[in-house]
Nanobody
Framework: QVQLVESGGGLVQAGGSLRLSCAAS????????MGWFRQAPGKEREFVAA????????YYADSVKGRFAISRDNAKNTVYLQMNIMKPEDTAVYYC????????????????????WGQGTQVTVSS
C-alpha cells in the first residue's frame, strides 16, 4: 500500500513557526502535484498550498500568502510546509495530498483532484 505520512505538527504561540513534513512510504510513485489542506473542527477541508513536482511552481491560498512556503525534496520524496507568523486561525488538522496527471492551477484547490491523502497532523496556535 502507498501511504503519505504527515509529521511536525504541535502547539505554537501566535507569531511562531512550525514546519510540517509529508513522506511517502511503500511503493515509489511519481507525483505531478503535491498539496497541503487543513480542516478545523466543524469546518470543511480547505486548500493551503500546492507544488508542481517538475516545474517547482507553487500555489497558495490567500490566507497564507507571505507566511507559508511549500517545498519538496525529490530524493526523499517528501514535501514540506514551512509556516511562519502563525495565527490562531491556522489551528487545524493539516493533510498532505498527491495528484497524478494533468491539473490546472485552478483545480488544485479542490480535494477531488488528488489521488492520495495522508492521515493528518494537528497544528494548534495559541493567542
Amino acid at each position: 500500500q502507498v501511504q503519505l505520512v504527515e509529521s511536525g505538527g504541535g502547539l505554537v504561540q501566535a507569531g511562531g513557526s512550525l514546519r510540517l513534513s509529508c513522506a511517502a512510504s511503500g511503493r515509489t510513485f511519481t507525483y505531478d502535484y503535491m498539496g497541503w489542506f487543513r480542516q478545523a473542527p466543524g469546518k470543511e477541508r480547505e486548500f493551503v498550498a500546492a507544488i508542481n513536482w517538475d516545474s517547482d511552481s507553487t500555489y497558495y491560498a490567500d490566507s497564507v500568502k507571505g507566511r507559508f512556503a511549500i517545498s519538496r525534496d525529490n530524493a526523499k520524496n517528501t514535501v514540506y510546509l514551512q509556516m511562519n507568523i502563525m495565527k490562531p486561525e491556522d489551528t487545524a488538522v493539516y493533510y498532505c495530498a498527491a495528484a497524478v496527471g494533468r491539473r490546472t492551477p485552478r483545480q488544485l484547490v479542490r480535494t477531488s483532484v488528488y489521488d492520495y491523502w495522508g492521515q493528518g497532523t494537528q497544528v494548534t496556535v495559541s493567542s
